[in-house]
């Protein structure tokens, strides 16, 4: 019966299990952080470069073991010397190519459901795809939010998904995509919806 209760609880607090903030995904000391990946897992520019750098070539080496992967997957490794205990590589674009709504919406949410099948409780994401990928901010936002609300609407969800974003243009995109959201009511259950 308890468990029940803390299922229906949390169905109706999905709002508060989404975190948007303005900060460096790299210091995040998370059970995982997302990486904005190519599909080859070659960790060269932007994020994945800095997440090289700082979290040294291990995680490069464990990238490599795994080798390419599809577009819209995703694959996990050891969070190296970071503070987050692994990173997922979510598969946005090719090497050298940009991101699509199709395969960001894809590696979002295979991101998610890998990090609930290894048990972890809180992820934390970058504005995928809107670096090197190309991609535009506020429909990366949309789509980025829309994955998340999906995947804690499930039996088996993360606990919670951080929105960690380079800036205050990135923070206040994700901020306006959140309110859309909220006033359409996405964040309620269909039971809810239908009392």
Not at 100 to 129: C, Q
Not at 137 to 151: D, G, N, W, Y
Not at 157 to 162: D, G, L, N, T
């Amino acid at each position: 019966m308890f468990a029940l209760h803390v299922c229906y609880d949390w169905a109706m607090n999905i709002e508060n299990r989404i975190v948007l903030e303005q900060g460096d995904l790299t210091e995040i000391a998370v059970d995982a952080i997302v990486n904005a990946a190519n599909n080859d897992l070659q960790l060269g520019g932007g994020l994945a470069g800095i997440i090289k750098r700082k979290g040294g070539e291990t995680i490069q080496q464990e990238c490599d073991e795994i080798g390419s992967i599809p577009l819209g997957g995703a694959a996990i490794t050891s969070g190296g010397k970071l503070k987050a205990r692994h990173i997922i590589h979510a598969a946005s674009m090719e090497l050298g190519g940009h991101t699509t709504a199709r395969d960001l919406r894809a590696s979002t949410a295979h991101s998610l459901r890998i990090a609930a099948e290894k048990g972890l409780g809180t992820v934390a994401f970058p504005a995928i795809g809107t670096g090197i990928g190309g991609f535009p901010l506020s429909e990366c936002a949309e789509i980025m939010l829309q994955e998340t609300v999906k995947h804690l609407k499930r039996a088996g969800a993360v606990e919670k998904v951080r929105f960690v974003l380079f800036d205050a243009k990135a923070l206040a995109a994700f901020e306006k995509a959140m309110r859309e959201m909220k006033e359409r009511g996405d964040f309620e259950n269909e039971a809810a919806k239908s009392a």
